[in-house]
Each structure stands twice: as structure tokens, then as C-alpha cells.
């Protein structure tokens, strides 16, 4: 079966230092991956998305950048972050078009 | 016009209550449509899956999609005290959209 990982579920980070978040996904080849942002009481912002090995898609300008160095990793990256990268943050992955999306438990984001 | 429309609630019911959670959608090309949930500190996990218009029964839930009004339901019958979280709906084409959410407790 599939299963996706997601670290670390916590992380606490002062104004303008980097940021690495990790995703892995088991049980599956070549999937479609995606990064999402939660804020309480206003859903899901979709930030990347990865149809394959260096391939990303971007939704909206931000700090953040996402990478895929292979089949089953996503990271989602900053150089410096800012108070207003705070928030959950979700990765997904799915295997086609019309399948639905799997969410890993997400990793909560706290700028100082 | 937001795609996904849905009432975040906060909806409190008595245990064994029978409960329904909406949401509307704006654009027809939407053909398939999904609901989950979601705990506190965790990701959302997928409940229902459907793609035709009328009900899809698994368990206690049932999934209901009426493609004329682009209106999409969830009924939770003999709801528990385990049911309480945050139910999201999601409809998706080529892409994904996903409600607000409507956060519901249980009363034991």
C-alpha cells in the first residue's frame, strides 16, 4: 500500500533563516505531488505541484520554491522566511489525473 | 464567486444525531468530487470518492451529488463522539478545489 511521509511535524524557526520540508512518498512510482498551505478557516492554498523529476509548477509568487530530486521526493524550501510563512503545510500526491489527492500529516510552521 | 462554497460552521450535535455538511460549486466542467477529514494537527484523509450524481453509501456516511444545482452533500447517520473534526469538501476536473471546511463536534 501507499504511504507518504511528511517531516518534521513541528519546526519553529526565527525571521530570515531557511527552511527545508521534506516529503516522501512509498508504494508508488511517478506520482503527481503537491504542496499545500492551510490557514484556520480558509482552506487549502495550493503552492507547487510536480508531475515528474524536476518538473514543478508554481501557483502564486511567494517565498517559498519546491524541488523534486527523485521519483518520490518533494521538498519545499526558503532562503529566508518571513513572519507570514507561518501556517501548516501539507503535501500530497496522486497517481492520475482523475484520482484523488493523499495527504500527509503535515508539518506545522511557527516564524518567530 | 469563490469555486467551492462551504459553511465553515462551527456545527454541534448530540451523539447519535444525524448530520449533514454542503457545498456548492460554480463551474459545470467539475465532474468529480471527493470528501474529507480532517483532525486536528493531522492531514486530511479521504472519506468519500464519487463521480455521477446521486448518493454513494459507505458505512454510517453517504455522499450525495446533484450535478443540476452543483450541490454536493455528506450525512453522517448515528453520528459519534470520533466523528468530530473538520470535514472539507473537494471537487476536481484536471484541477483540484477544495472548500473552506466546516469544523463539527460530537456531544457525548
Known amino acids: 500500500s501507499q504511504t507518504i511521509h511528511q517531516w518534521p511535524a513541528t519546526l519553529v524557526q526565527p525571521v530570515g533563516s531557511p527552511l527545508s520540508l521534506e516529503c516522501t512518498v512509498e508504494?508508488?512510482?511517478?506520482?503527481?505531488l503537491y504542496w499545500y498551505r492551510q490557514a484556520a478557516g480558509r482552506g487549502l492554498q495550493l503552492l507547487f505541484y510536480?508531475?515528474?523529476?524536476?518538473?514543478i509548477s508554481s501557483e502564486v509568487p511567494q517565498n517559498l520554491s519546491a524541488s523534486r530530486p527523485q521519483d518520490r521526493q518533494f521538498i519545499l524550501s526558503s532562503k529566508k522566511l518571513l513572519l507570514s510563512d507561518s501556517g501548516f503545510y501539507l503535501c500530497?500526491?496522486?497517481?492520475?489525473?482523475?484520482?484523488?489527492?493523499?495527504f500527509g500529516d503535515g508539518t506545522r510552521l511557527s516564524i518567530l | 464567486q469563490k469555486e467551492v462554497e462551504q459553511d465553515p460552521g462551527p456545527l454541534s450535535v448530540p451523539e447519535g444525531a444525524i448530520v449533514s455538511l454542503n457545498c456548492t460549486y460554480s463551474?459545470?466542467?467539475?465532474?468529480?468530487f471527493m470528501w474529507y477529514r480532517q483532525y486536528s494537527r493531522k492531514g486530511p484523509e479521504l472519506l468519500m470518492y464519487?463521480?455521477?450524481?446521486g448518493n454513494k453509501e459507505d458505512g454510517r456516511f453517504t455522499a450525495q451529488v446533484d450535478k443540476s444545482s452543483k450541490y454536493i452533500s455528506l450525512f453522517i447517520r448515528d453520528s459519534q463522539p470520533s466523528d468530530s473534526a473538520t470535514y472539507l469538501c473537494?471537487?476536481?476536473?484536471?484541477?483540484?478545489?477544495f472548500g473552506a471546511g466546516t469544523r463539527l463536534t460530537v456531544k457525548p
Open positions: 473537494a471537487i476536481f476536473n484536471n484541477d483540484m478545489r
Open positions: 508504494g508508488t512510482s511517478n506520482p503527481n
Open positions: 463551474n459545470s466542467a467539475f465532474q468529480y
Open positions: 510536480s508531475v515528474g523529476i524536476g518538473q
Open positions: 464519487t463521480y455521477s450524481s
Open positions: 500530497a500526491w496522486r497517481t492520475g489525473i482523475n484520482q484523488p489527492q493523499h
